[in-house]
């Protein structure tokens, strides 16, 4: 298994294949290019200062390396728009890499508005760090490699997972993957937003506005509510992929991040930022020990699995 991981981590073919239209560099080589066009990077590079001591405090002591990032620079498709919520991106645990977009038109090959493409860039780059150094555990099923654990959810060799996913419409999640997705978003936009205040960034106006509100975490419901109407979003929109941009940060606001806050919210009370923490340490460790004293502690003994085990999931299970 370890020679098949080895191979899947070392090629970066079969992931620039899924997005033939667009041109990719490293990271590293998209900030040196940055700065050579005199694009001004510090939101970015502030961030990763920022970043290092705070994530070594819950328990992430290495980054992803920059070299491991695929950025998009550049798309041949019409009206390409590019940023978080472009489609099929995101850390591949499997490849160990993370897929990215700069954020904004796709078209020149460099950002229309650096600052906002930057913090954009951080936003992405900080969650997908947390990923990266997310505890796994693999097993080999007929000479397939299968996850059998990520974070704080398991799943067994049938696929069946620990918690179940939650039902449509819900407006609280009890899905470890969601709770972990949004653990991990939740950390990565608070560091963003730290970055733009720090810095005297905003965007009030049009587009802009909404990725600016995006990335830094402060999207409202009134925000997601006008963005589910077409018509608004072609008013915001300067092309039909960027419309399509905008309904992909509305379901993930309401999916995701709006979900993980209400959880936080019903489960931590007044003690919600320290089961943030704890779910974090937790997703990095792999160990439930902390986390699951934590919520004892509120909620009772074997807290865990009264909140998220699936009753369909065999026996033998944690928490």
């Known amino acids: 298994m370890a020679a098949m991981l080895a191979e899947l981590r070392s090629d970066t073919d079969s992931l620039a294949r899924q997005h033939p239209q667009v041109t990719f560099r490293p990271l590293s080589r998209v900030l ?3 700065s050579a066009a005199g694009l001004d990077a510090r939101p970015f590079l502030d961030g990763l200062a920022a970043l290092r001591p705070r994530y ?15 950025v998009g620079i550049r798309s041949e498709r019409e009206g390409a728009y590019g940023g978080f919520h472009h489609p099929n991106q995101g850390y591949r645990h499997l490849q160990m890499r993370a897929v990215i977009t700069v954020a904004g038109p796709l078209a020149s090959g460099l950002p229309e508005d650096p600052e906002l493409s930057a913090l954009d860039l951080l936003r992405a780059y900080a969650h997908d760090c947390l990923h990266y150094g997310s505890f796994r555990s693999y097993r080999l099923r007929s000479g397939e490699i299968v996850r059998t654990q990520y974070g704080v959810n398991f799943r067994r060799y049938d696929g069946r997972t620990y918690s179940a996913p939650d039902l449509a419409g819900s407006p609280t999640t009890r899905n470890l993957g969601v709770i972990m997705e949004g653990a991990c978003d939740r950390e990565a936009r608070a560091l963003t937003r730290q970055i733009a205040r720090l810095l005297g960034i905003a965007r009030t106006g049009g587009m802009s506005a909404y990725v600016f509100r995006d990335v830094t975490g402060t999207l409202t419901t009134a925000d997601t509510a006008a963005l589910s109407r077409p018509a608004h979003r ?44 704890c779910l974090l340490r937790a997703t990095l460790s792999g160990s439930l020990a902390g986390l699951s004293a934590w919520l004892d502690r509120c909620h009772g003994p074997r807290s865990f699995a009264s909140l998220f085990l699936n009753p369909g999931y065999p026996p033998r299970s944690p928490g």
């Open 32 to 34: 040196t290019d940055w």
């Open 56 to 70: 070594t405090s819950i328990g992430l002591r290495r980054l992803l390396p920059l070299d491991r990032v695929m």
């Open 234 to 277: 072609a008013a915001h929109a300067p092309t039909e992929p960027a419309a399509s941009f905008l309904d992909s940060m509305r379901t993930y606001q309401e999916s995701v991040n709006a979900r993980y806050g209400r959880f936080l919210a019903d489960v931590g009370r007044d003690e919600a930022a320290d089961l943030h923490a």
